[in-house]
């Protein structure tokens, strides 16, 4: 919520076109101050002492943020043992094709919101925004949970899917070595330890950001260049990756067998909304953020759509790869690609470096999100989540207790063989869940709001169910057992986490968070100080223009 004080522009000041609504804790100091401390910090103190995140972000590095986390060519790479047994080639390829589909439906979704509030809080914001006034707190405290959960499995699965790459690709070169969870685990802990620094100083983050970008896109294009030169004159027939299904989980229906793959392609595509909660870094965020997210969402599909029809078009041996015990079957078919196992590790090392962007990008977001709904006092001790360190310039306290949460999760993996299932469905499950608030909460309202510059009329509005649709579609189906027959070292436990983890907010919420959650007492503060919309304002100035030129007259 924003208020002027006389004498002082604040740092966030909006230009005649932006409809940005400005946290009243943002920093409010004068021109002269901004211009001597952008100079020597990353961070702004206000009046008040509070020290708040400077405006470092451009177009470029929030692309790379939302790009380095989406990631979605790097996604299939490393989340390919969740799909190919499910259907093979084929389900893998036409999944990417319908999942981007309906992700251009969310994004645009999320995009309309950003553009008509953009907030670091990003979700659960716009369900303070727009949710009837008796049960905003409360929509936008679930929302707001339901994100941060969504950001921290997020994370977990990110990690996780790198450790099992790394762990693989020292199987790949000592064949006698077998695998075992606790290898996993313990690789997992020590990547997150490390990966977990780089989000320790902010003043390199925006450099890294964009760095991601431009590394992902390399290494994309290289594995992929490298694959079909040495598979020339080798390549599968098109039946092959078009029209063959493989079915070896269990399921004797063959349609169940393609939606419980559909999860490889449908987290690859997740997280969209990443960039929502860097609306406090970048100028003009009503107008990047839908840029960024709708960028994501189109640089994601070509580069994963290329990248697996040129690695399913180069597989020799498709039993060895489902069969492989990397437990990355990516590498088994870089293996064979270039028949040599030194070219395999390299390509490796190019997914890898893609993968710490990614990594790092997760605790970018996760963090963000972490401070901003501290912020309001949606979680335990957001006195403590609130802060931003005047040395670091980043929420950090925020950052450390996410990491704090990944090491725990990490756990699961030594309790299911399929964990990794787990954690991928609990990060589309509850972002999900969060995007649907705000999304019913806008079609209560008739889609009658004051909108941002981003706003696609019919197609939002038909945007919008499918984001609905889409969230049951996954929260059901995806929960189901990812091989047969079930057991309990192979068992989807994700439904258990979703309910236990929506039974302790909602817990919270009752004995303590409806006390303390404060955000609809700054959203009133904001509406008193916010009543006139910038478009007016430059509407009004028109026809005072207009007016004055005819009594001049």
């Given at each position: 919520?924003?208020?002027?004080?006389?004498?002082?522009?604040?740092?966030?000041?909006?230009?005649?076109?932006?409809?940005?609504?400005?946290?009243?804790?943002?920093?409010?100091?004068?021109?002269?101050?901004?211009?001597?401390?952008?100079?020597?910090?990353?961070?702004?103190?206000?009046?008040?002492?509070?020290?708040?995140?400077?405006?470092?972000?451009?177009?470029?590095?929030?692309?790379?943020?939302?790009?380095?986390?989406?990631?979605?060519w790097f996604g299939i790479s490393v989340s390919m043992v969740t799909g190919i047994s499910s259907g093979g080639p084929m389900m893998i390829v036409y999944g990417i094709i319908i999942v981007a589909l309906i992700s251009v439906c969310v994004g645009v979704s999320l995009g309309e919101l950003s553009s008509a509030y953009p907030h670091a809080g990003g979700q659960f914001w716009w369900s303070l925004k727009l949710a009837p006034p008796k049960h905003k707190r409360f929509a936008a405290y679930l929302c707001g949970s339901f994100a941060y959960a969504g950001s921290v499995f997020t994370s977990a699965?990110?990690?996780?899917?790198?450790?099992?790459?790394?762990?693989?690709?020292?199987?790949?070169?000592?064949?006698?070595?077998?695998?075992r969870r606790w290898h996993v685990f313990v690789c997992f802990e020590l990547l997150h330890l490390f990966l977990m620094f780089f989000n320790c100083y902010g003043k390199s983050l925006p450099l890294i950001s964009s760095s991601s970008l431009y590394i992902s896109l390399f290494s994309f294009f290289t594995i992929t260049v490298t694959v079909l030169a040495c598979s020339s004159g080798k390549f599968n027939d098109a039946k092959f990756v078009f029209a063959t299904f493989y079915n070896e989980t269990g399921w004797k229906s063959s349609g169940i067998a393609f939606i419980v793959g559909l999860i490889n392609p449908a987290w690859s595509f997740s997280c969209l909304d990443c960039a929502t909660h860097m609306a406090f870094e970048v100028e003009k965020p009503e107008r990047v953020i839908p840029t960024a997210i709708m960028g994501t969402v189109a640089i994601g599909f070509i580069t994963s759509f290329c990248y697996v029809i040129a690695m399913f078009f180069s597989i020799r041996d498709l039993?060895?790869?489902?069969?492989?015990?990397?437990?990355?079957?990516?590498?088994?078919?870089?293996?064979?690609?270039?028949?040599?196992?030194?070219?395999a590790i390299v390509l490796g090392c190019l997914v890898l470096f893609t993968s710490f962007g990614c990594v790092i990008a997760c605790h970018t977001w996760q963090a963000r999100l972490c401070w901003s709904f501290s912020r309001d006092k949606g979680l335990p001790l957001s006195r403590l989540w609130s802060q931003i360190s005047p040395q670091a310039g980043v929420p950090l306290n925020a950052h450390l207790m996410s990491c704090a949460w990944i090491s725990l999760i990490g756990l699961l993996y030594l309790a299911s063989t399929t964990a990794f299932n787990?954690?991928?469905?609990?990060?589309?499950?509850?972002?999900?869940?969060?995007?649907?608030?705000?999304?019913?909460?806008?079609?209560?309202?008739?889609?009658?709001?004051?909108h941002g510059p981003f706003w696609l009329g019919w197609f939002g509005y038909l945007s919008n169910f499918v984001l609905l649709g889409w969230s049951v579609f996954c929260i059901v189906f995806f929960s189901f057992p990812a091989v047969l027959p079930a057991e309990k070292d192979n068992m989807n436990y994700v439904a258990v986490v979703i309910v236990g983890y929506t039974a302790y907010a909602l817990l919270y919420w009752r004995f303590k968070g409806r006390k303390e959650?404060?955000?609809?007492?700054?959203?009133?503060?904001?509406?008193?100080?916010?009543?006139?919309?910038?478009?007016?304002?430059?509407?009004?100035?028109?026809?005072?223009e207009k007016s004055g030129e005819t009594q001049t007259q």
């Amino acid at each position: 919520m924003s208020s002027t004080f006389e004498g002082h522009t604040s740092s966030y000041d909006l230009d005649t076109y932006s409809q940005s609504d400005v946290h009243k804790r943002d920093a409010r100091i004068n021109n002269a101050e901004i211009e001597s401390q952008e100079k020597s910090t990353d961070i702004v103190d206000s009046r008040d002492g509070e020290v708040h995140l400077r405006k470092n972000f451009s177009l470029w590095s929030i692309l790379g943020v939302g790009f380095g986390l989406t990631n979605s060519w790097f996604g299939i790479s490393v989340s390919m043992v969740t799909g190919i047994s499910s259907g093979g080639p084929m389900m893998i390829v036409y999944g990417i094709i319908i999942v981007a589909l309906i992700s251009v439906c969310v994004g645009v979704s999320l995009g309309e919101l950003s553009s008509a509030y953009p907030h670091a809080g990003g979700q659960f914001w716009w369900s303070l925004k727009l949710a009837p006034p008796k049960h905003k707190r409360f929509a936008a405290y679930l929302c707001g949970s339901f994100a941060y959960a969504g950001s921290v499995f997020t994370s977990a699965s990110t990690t996780l899917s790198v450790a099992t790459e790394l762990v693989g690709m020292y199987a790949l070169t000592h064949p006698d070595f077998t695998p075992r969870r606790w290898h996993v685990f313990v690789c997992f802990e020590l990547l997150h330890l490390f990966l977990m620094f780089f989000n320790c100083y902010g003043k390199s983050l925006p450099l890294i950001s964009s760095s991601s970008l431009y590394i992902s896109l390399f290494s994309f294009f290289t594995i992929t260049v490298t694959v079909l030169a040495c598979s020339s004159g080798k390549f599968n027939d098109a039946k092959f990756v078009f029209a063959t299904f493989y079915n070896e989980t269990g399921w004797k229906s063959s349609g169940i067998a393609f939606i419980v793959g559909l999860i490889n392609p449908a987290w690859s595509f997740s997280c969209l909304d990443c960039a929502t909660h860097m609306a406090f870094e970048v100028e003009k965020p009503e107008r990047v953020i839908p840029t960024a997210i709708m960028g994501t969402v189109a640089i994601g599909f070509i580069t994963s759509f290329c990248y697996v029809i040129a690695m399913f078009f180069s597989i020799r041996d498709l039993d060895a790869v489902m069969s492989s015990n990397t437990g990355a079957p990516i590498l088994a078919i870089y293996d064979q690609a270039l028949n040599s196992k030194a070219g395999a590790i390299v390509l490796g090392c190019l997914v890898l470096f893609t993968s710490f962007g990614c990594v790092i990008a997760c605790h970018t977001w996760q963090a963000r999100l972490c401070w901003s709904f501290s912020r309001d006092k949606g979680l335990p001790l957001s006195r403590l989540w609130s802060q931003i360190s005047p040395q670091a310039g980043v929420p950090l306290n925020a950052h450390l207790m996410s990491c704090a949460w990944i090491s725990l999760i990490g756990l699961l993996y030594l309790a299911s063989t399929t964990a990794f299932n787990s954690l991928i469905t609990g990060c589309i499950a509850f972002l999900l869940l969060s995007y649907s608030i705000p999304v019913i909460c806008l079609l209560m309202k008739k889609r009658q709001i004051n909108h941002g510059p981003f706003w696609l009329g019919w197609f939002g509005y038909l945007s919008n169910f499918v984001l609905l649709g889409w969230s049951v579609f996954c929260i059901v189906f995806f929960s189901f057992p990812a091989v047969l027959p079930a057991e309990k070292d192979n068992m989807n436990y994700v439904a258990v986490v979703i309910v236990g983890y929506t039974a302790y907010a909602l817990l919270y919420w009752r004995f303590k968070g409806r006390k303390e959650f404060t955000a609809v007492i700054e959203e009133e503060e904001e509406t008193l100080h916010n009543t006139i919309d910038p478009y007016e304002v430059s509407s009004i100035n028109q026809g005072l223009e207009k007016s004055g030129e005819t009594q001049t007259q």
